[in-house]
């Protein structure tokens, strides 16, 4: 079955970096658009970035655009989120998610998630 496990959440100061990892399996990851969304307390969940199959590709919210980079290495079934210059308003929980064509039609899976806390 299709799972997809991130890590690297965790506490940072306003100013630091983190790196998310997701790694994938039980589907053609190197045919997925593999996407990062967030959701903080009270606040309605939200797509951070989002890269093609390929990598060749990538989309950003415009509140992160130059400070956060996905990329993905379909060779470990792995999409990666490295998050610079954190905020306090970047504190959300963050989810891996992969979207897919399977049976011509478009499957969504969603991670766990894993908790980014940007705090002084």
């Known amino acids: 079955q299709v799972q997809l496990v991130e890590s690297g959440g965790g506490l940072v100061q306003p100013g630091g970096s983190l790196r998310l990892s997701c790694v994938a399996s039980g589907f053609n990851f190197s045919r997925s658009v593999m996407n990062w969304y967030r959701q903080a307390p009270g606040k309605e969940r939200e797509l951070v970035a989002a890269?093609?199959?390929?990598?060749?590709?990538?989309n950003y919210a415009d509140s992160v655009k130059g400070r956060f980079t996905i990329s993905r290495d379909n060779a470990k079934n792995t999409v990666y989120l490295q998050m610079n210059s954190l905020k306090l308003e970047d504190t959300a929980v963050y989810y891996c998610?992969?979207?897919?064509?399977?049976?011509?039609?478009?499957?969504?899976?969603w991670g766990q998630g894993t908790q980014v806390t940007v705090s002084s």
């Open positions: 890269i093609a199959s390929h990598g060749d590709i990538t």
């Open positions: 998610v992969a979207k897919f064509v399977q049976r011509a039609s478009m499957e969504e899976y």
